[in-house]
């Protein structure tokens, strides 16, 4: 009698663990907006140029010449839907041309995009930022997930790069404290400010 019980249980937890499944995979609809880019947001989450993963936004500073050897990293949630791709991202350039597009790998929430890639070298081997390069470059995240009905909705989010690209020569100083070239410096407010006639800048804390 006890072993007939405990292989009923065991049937039941095996018929019912697809069914437990599926609703793991359904999430609560957002209650303020169906999609932050319909409400004027900027919240897709991109990581790149030394800069930790920021909400909306990043910024890029290159110098003209430089390899485009590194990567933008962009970010999806782990979402679950109908289909063998739940999340998909499209960039373009500061011209608005779209340049890239490419659907998540499944349960795959990072996705690394080389600058050579978006810039389109003809050999990527071999490929340097121009000037004309600079400017806004945006991206969209769109991704489709189940509701608690399990029914499949998509939701789509904007975020926006910006590549600065300064002229070969040229010698920022946003990181460096101390330089001849400075010709302001003062304290205000816990903050240290350089500058130069020029009007090359440095911030920093005390």
């Known amino acids: 009698m006890i072993k007939f019980c405990l292989f009923i249980i065991v049937a039941t937890m095996i018929f019912l663990s697809p069914l437990f499944a599926m609703t793991s995979k359904r999430v609560e609809a957002d209650k303020i907006t169906e ?26 500073r290159q110098m003209e010449g430089e390899a485009a050897e590194k990567a933008i990293i962009f970010v999806a ?24 597009g490419s659907g998540f790998a499944n349960g795959q929430t990072r996705m690394a995009v080389a600058w050579a890639s978006l810039l389109h070298c003809d050999d990527i081997t071999n490929c340097n930022f121009k000037i004309e390069d600079r400017g806004f470059w945006t991206f969209n995240l769109e991704v489709f997930w189940l509701d608690k009905e399990g029914n499949e909705r998509n939701s789509l989010a904007q975020g926006d790069i ?31 400010y350089r500058m130069t006639s020029g009007l090359r800048a440095y911030v920093g804390t005390e």
């Open 35 to 60: 999609s932050s880019i319909l409400d004027g947001d900027s919240t897709a989450i991109v990581e790149g140029c030394g800069n930790r993963p920021i909400v909306g936004f990043t910024y890029c």
């Open 77 to 100: 949630p782990p979402s679950k839907c109908k289909a063998d791709h739940c999340a998909f991202l499209k960039v373009w350039n500061s011209h608005g041309e779209l340049v890239f």
């Open 162 to 192: 910006l590549l600065r690209v300064f002229r070969s020569g040229y010698v920022p100083l946003e990181n460096v404290r101390e330089d001849p070239n400075f010709v302001w410096k003062w304290l205000d407010n816990g903050y240290i």
